[in-house]
């Protein structure tokens, strides 16, 4: 333990932030090819998706604009569905839908875990052992039981509904490397410091802890996007899915209860699963690449 | 067994080359103990992995040549020579041994492959008895082969490790670094083995390397003193201990802790400064920004070696020394 | 008491934890619904013509007295676990008289005999392949090992419904669903054991790729972190051969996969579940998607609770298993100076 002279003894609040930053900064310097193909694969999506129907001017996915099932044209360029409309306005708005579930439940899983993270792995103890006993159950219990079990209690399920039940379940994955994180960094010289200034434990995980975990943030919350996602997609191919409005998963349910695959009309259902694998692999690329900068030894193979 | 002008180096992606050893050249006599010592950073470890043919990229041995059991083979492309050598050669017993043995297996199971690998003909069984027989000549307990390692304490993992490495009767053990981990008294244990293997005749050579130089005026006939990846100074035991010529040499043994009260009154602090980063060292002398004796040409060449192939010091200020002193008795 | 029996007791505890919490969450998540559920439930049903006045009553007069819907939540509660024990799901809505248990028995044998081998082999040949494209590297690891991270970044139905598509519907060489021709009646003949497994080819090997490619995933990136373990290079330093070498990093790097398939068995069976649907397989999975649509509760109810315990079982079956294999906990101390 080195000693402390009067200088370092001093409470810098704030300075954790720009050490954190600099830190996380400097990591993303070290760009790959993965990381750029997958960043740039998960723009467009995004933009297709969100940007897509303003600029393309389609705002109403459930129009009829044909009959059932016809093959791609040149004025409808993916076809239309079981119910004769427009396969290629249904994929915007079905992004649209899908990414905006996944965020909510991205989000909401993300500062669940790293609440009860920070609280496990800052605190110890009692409460430790009570929050990870918390997150194992919540881990075995096969989250999409819950799911289900939710959605078919909910009279309506809007978007938000959705985001929110997703979330719920998905966080433990969250929760047990912010802890892991939590626990190690808590053992720094800063903190101590801090602490021996008088700050609360709120505002110590606030500004001297949180600051290290940003790199850890940003991948848990790619897996989370991820997880969301496809949940929802689950979701909604079981017959859950949003009540109002079309999701990926949405399409595809329909594609499967209306025989799309078996008739051979290959746009019903290939737009979107083809979507949804591109989507997955992009955000799963993506973590990849950034734990392969972070863990070092993941970079020699 | 010689080995002559090794170079070894790490390729480092687009930095130059770290020249971990670098023009480094000895002889092990029969029946001797050849101690390497050197701090951190010297090389020893690179230079144990070259020794043992265990050399693999990014580590490309550049150049050098062993001559070993009647045969002189060069030492470059490692990874091609004939995998009979690894243990019936040259073997290895590393650093950390208690992490060498896999964790998984019993100590028997890896005996089996390791007497199998060098010829399949060989029934698990007959291996096995091999191995309890070599425990019992050595006075160790024989249950150790029924063990996991995690069951066995670190002391004994070494022991274990120690003896495994030496089942298959190599010509010279090269053993880097094999008590640097242990408590004392574990580190006694293992160096009486290796007297013991000595003895017995099991092994014919042994290249101990360490930092720990008390360790070596114990166990080694003769040092081998190592800097920056080349040979300071070489000598017996004795005269390295009582007599150190190169600055380095004596500062080593300066800053190491005597128990005699007389000796430690005399202690300096460690060594000045740090080792040198071997992917640009320094011009000349690599130890002349450290040297309390530097001068003008330790900085600009190389110093040569001063003395003879058993006896030397590569050091432009023991030859400034050794001139005077050949000058004063000429005018005598 | 050894490091394994307080291992297993550990295990044991928390699986009736588990258990408990499984159960009451079955129990309570539905009840979320305002009001009083058959209302809901019948109400929707008869004005929406699928049941006709007179079974509508006949059904919701056998749940308010089964569940006893009109007594207090911990007596309802009490019913549940009281039929539970019994081996009583309930009653079908949607097809009744047709009692829930009885539809999960007819579907659950297609299910295991469907996911269980596709499990195992995916975990066998995934965790193969991860160990050798780490050490052997080369056209494995550039050529073979990208294709299997796109398909295992794939949702399974996803990869379902391309096998589907490409084998059964344009290039027909595979049934197009069900679990066996719908001309046969199922019978101990050689006709309808080859129509079984000719309609089980393709959910199998859907299933089957994507666990290979989660598993070589895993398993590749456990095995590069143990390629530089010390006990690897000791034994290389010997001369024991390749071969030995990838046998003892599959037992080392295996630890951590067996770990990693207790926590991913769930979302494994509920992938596999959902990719039944696809190919209309007669399991569990399309019992669950048909229930659904048709709001179904009781089945939904069974199906889901079936699913928690299925998971749990086979979560503790692994960390048993876990036990077993890791020498550190399995081994006795024996200590030595």
């Known amino acids: 333990m080195t000693v402390m002279t009067q200088e370092r003894a001093r409470f810098k609040p704030g300075a954790a932030w720009l050490t954190g930053l600099k830190q996380s900064l400097a990591v993303t310097t070290l760009l790959n090819r993965r990381l750029l193909f997958s960043g740039s694969m ?87 052992e009570v929050l990870m006993a918390l ?129 051979g009309a290959w746009w019903g259902f290939a737009p979107p699963a083809l979507f949804l694998t591109l989507i997955a692999f992009s955000l799963l ?6 734990d392969e900068i972070l863990n070092p030894r993941l970079r020699k193979a | 067994m010689i ?60 150049g050098g040549e062993m001559s070993l059991n009647g045969q002189t083979f060069s030492l470059i492309e490692q990874t091609k020579f004939p995998r009979d050598w690894h243990g019936k050669l040259v073997a290895l017993l590393p650093q950390r041994a208690m992490n060498s043995l896999n964790p998984t297996a019993r100590v028997r199971d890896f005996v089996v492959d390791v007497v199998r690998a060098h010829d399949p003909t060989v029934q698990p069984r007959a291996a096995i008895d091999q191995a309890r027989e070599r425990l019992e000549q050595l006075s160790l307990p024989a249950r150790v082969l029924e063990s996991y390692p995690h069951q066995l304490s670190g002391g004994m ?22 008590t640097s981990a242990l408590d004392v008294s574990s580190q006694k244990q293992l160096v009486l083995l290796l007297q013991l293997l000595l003895e017995c005749r099991f092994i014919t050579r042994i290249v101990y390397i360490t930092h720990d130089l008390p360790m070596l005026s114990n166990i080694a006939d003769r040092i081998v003193i190592m800097y920056a990846g080349k040979l300071a100074e070489i000598g017996t035991t004795h005269e390295i201990v009582n007599n150190p010529q190169h600055p380095y040499t004596q500062a080593l043994i300066a800053s190491t802790l005597d128990p005699d009260p007389q000796v430690r009154e005399r202690q300096r602090e460690g060594i000045k400064g740090a080792p040198p980063d071997l992917g640009s ?23 040569p070696i001063v003395g003879e192939e058993e006896r030397f010091a590569a050091c432009w200020w023991v030859l400034e020394q050794s001139q005077k002193t050949r000058n004063k008795e000429t005018q005598r | 008491m050894t490091r394994f029996q307080s291992y297993l007791l550990n295990k044991v505890l928390w699986f009736l934890l588990a258990f408990c919490i499984a159960l009451t969450l079955n129990f309570l998540l539905p009840r979320l619904i305002p009001g009083n559920p058959v209302d809901v439930i019948v109400g929707e049903m008869t004005s929406g013509g699928t049941l006709s006045g007179e079974v509508a009553q006949k059904v919701y007069a056998a749940y308010i007295a089964q569940f006893g819907l009109d007594q207090p939540i911990w007596m309802q509660f009490l019913f549940y676990l009281r039929s539970l024990a019994r081996g009583d799901l309930g009653i079908s809505f949607a097809r009744s008289p047709a009692r829930v248990q009885d539809l999960i028995s007819q579907a659950l044998p297609w299910t295991i005999a469907l996911q269980l081998p596709a499990i195992l082999t995916g975990w066998i040949v995934g965790n193969s392949l991860g160990v050798l494209t780490a050490y052997k590297k080369g056209w494995l690891d550039r050529g073979v090992f990208p294709i299997f991270m796109f398909i295992s970044s794939m949702p399974y139905y996803c990869l379902a419904i391309l096998l589907l598509y490409l084998l059964a519907v344009h290039l027909t060489i595979f049934p197009v669903a069900g679990g066996y021709s719908f001309a046969m009646t199922p019978a101990l003949t050689w006709n309808f054991a080859r129509s079984v497994v000719e309609h089980y ?35 290389r330093s010997l001369g024991v051969g390749d071969n030995r070498i990838i046998a003892y990093i599959f037992r080392n790097a295996m630890l951590p996969q067996i770990t990693g398939l207790a926590l991913a068995i769930g979302s494994m069976v509920s992938g596999a579940l959902i990719a039944e649907i696809v190919f209309s397989y007669p399991g569990v999975g399309t019992l669950l998607f048909s229930a659904i649509r048709q709001n179904d509760y009781p089945v939904i109810q069974g199906v889901t609770l079936l699913i928690m315990i299925g998971v749990l079982t086979a979560n503790f079956l692994v960390d048993v298993a876990y036990g077993f294999i890791d020498p550190r906990i399995r081994a006795k101390q024996v200590g030595e100076r």
């Open chain 1, 42 to 128: 998960l723009v467009l999506v995004i933009g297709f998706g969100v940007l897509g129907p303003i600029v393309l001017g389609r705002d109403n996915p459930m129009k009829t604009v044909g009959g059932l099932y016809d093959p791609p044209s040149e004025k409808i360029w993916l076809g239309t569905d079981n119910f004769g409309r427009d396969v290629f306005t249904q994929l915007m708005h079905g992004t649209r839908t899908s990414l905006v579930i996944g965020a909510i439940a991205g989000m909401e899983a993300i500062l669940i875990g790293l609440l009860i993270g920070t609280m496990a792995g800052y605190i110890g103890g009692v409460v430790e």
């Open chain 1, 135 to 263: 997150t194992n159950v919540v881990i075995t219990i096969p989250s999409i039981v819950i799911l289900i079990l939710l959605s078919i209690a909910i009279s309506t399920r809007s978007i938000f509904a959705m985001g929110l039940i997703i979330g719920l379940t998905s966080w433990p994955w969250t929760a047990r490397a912010v802890r892991a994180q939590t626990s190690s960094l808590r053992t720094r010289e800063h903190v101590d410091i801090a602490r021996l200034s008088g700050a609360g434990t709120l505002s110590l995980v606030i500004w001297e802890i949180l600051p290290y975990m940003l790199s850890y943030v940003v991948m848990a919350f790619v897996l989370q996007l991820n997880t969301g996602i496809l949940q929802e997609a689950a979701l909604s191919m079981l017959g859950l899915g949003p009540s109002n409005t079309i999701s990926l998963g949405q399409m595809l349910n329909w594609a499967l209860l209306w025989e799309s695959v078996r008739t």
């Open chain 2, 281 to 303: 060292p320094p011009s000349g002398c690599r130890f002349h920004p450290r040297c309390p004796y530097v001068m003008d040409i330790c900085s600009r060449e190389e110093p």
């Open chain 3, 201 to 235: 080819i393709l959910p199998f090997s859907s299933l089957v790729l994507i666990f290979i490619g989660g598993q070589s995933v895993g398993m590749r990136a456990m095995s590069i972190y143990e390629l530089d373990a010390d006990y690897v290079r000791y034994s």
């Open chain 2, 157 to 178: 993992r070494q022991r274990v490790v120690a003896v495994i490495s030496t089942l298959l009767n190599p010509k010279v053990l090269i053993a880097d670094e094999p």
């Open chain 2, 3 to 62: 080995v002559k002008n090794v170079r070894a180096y790490y390729a480092v992606g687009s930095r130059p080359d770290v020249k971990a050893v670098d023009g480094v050249s000895f002889s092990v006599r029969e029946g001797e103990v050849l101690g390497i010592a050197g701090e951190s950073g010297c090389g020893k470890s690179t230079l144990a992995a070259v020794m043992s043919l265990t050399a693999r990229p990014p580590l490309n041995v550049k």
């Open chain 1, 285 to 290: 690329l993506l973590q990849a690449s950034v």
